[in-house]
């Protein structure tokens, strides 16, 4: 596989916490979006145990320009320098991986499960589905905390304004922490809160990201509810 040098263009907060990095998009570097890539520093000050590579889901869609990833800062030395990182900063790229993508031939609604950082993929896969100017229905459940911790959260909202067949829900966890307000849902995300919006639960194709606890809640939730395993599709985000 193939590995790409490329700089960094900007660094934008996106939430508290949690930054978004553009790089150049190599000419040659071909994704589908919900894929992730190998990023990795080239020679730096300093490292640990964890070594000086990470793997990252590109937020940003296939028709944008720039290369994106987004991730929570830690106080790791990866995290030090990637955060510490100024315009035109190199590192090694390599991919595409992974296969949590829209199937082109299948026209089920999808249901989309996620929260924190999880969000990353679904960021690539809605956007590139409102480009494409998808006709299938998608129904976007996301769950944070407080309106504070949630990555892209206004630009998926004001989504639905233009991208009809998208509709997003949003529900935060901890309101009682939040300094701003809030009229969405409340609470974890439930099969009650999913039988809300969606009449038939054995209709659509279900796509759940993030950390493996919440990723295992949601598949058992569905499970439970009479959702074949065909229908759903998941990633575990590791380590972020």
Not at 23 to 44: C, H, M, R, W
Not at 74 to 81: H, P
Not at 122 to 146: D, G
Request: charged share 25%; glycine share 6%.
């Amino acid at each position: 596989m193939a590995v790409y040098r490329t700089k960094l263009k900007e660094t934008r907060e996106v939430a508290e916490r949690t930054k978004a990095f553009f790089f150049e998009k190599p000419k040659d570097f071909i994704f589908t979006a919900g894929q992730f890539l190998e990023l990795s520093l080239i020679d730096p000050p300093e490292t640990d145990e964890k070594g000086t590579s990470r793997f990252f889901t590109i937020a940003s869609a296939p028709f944008e320009k720039d290369l994106m990833i987004a991730t929570r800062m830690r106080d790791s030395a990866f995290k030090r320098i990637l955060g510490s990182a100024q315009t035109g900063f190199e590192v090694e790229i390599k991919g595409p991986f992974g296969s949590l993508v829209f199937e082109k031939n299948d026209t089920r609604p999808v249901v989309i499960l996620t929260g924190g950082i999880g969000v990353t993929p679904f960021r690539s896969m809605i956007l590139q589905a409102y480009h494409e100017k998808l006709a299938r229905p998608i129904f976007f459940f996301f769950s944070n905390r407080r309106p504070e911790d949630a990555p892209f959260l206004e630009e998926l909202t004001k989504l639905q304004d233009v991208y009809k067949n998208y509709k997003c829900i949003h529900t935060m966890t901890q309101m009682e922490d939040s300094n701003m307000s809030w009229q969405g849902e409340t609470g974890y995300i439930t099969i009650k809160m999913v039988k809300k919006y969606i009449q038939n639960l054995e209709e659509p194709v279900y796509y759940i990201a993030g950390p493996p606890v919440m990723v295992g809640a949601m598949r058992t939730m569905l499970e439970e509810a009479g959702i074949g395993t065909s229908s759903i599709h998941t990633e575990d985000f590791l380590g972020y």
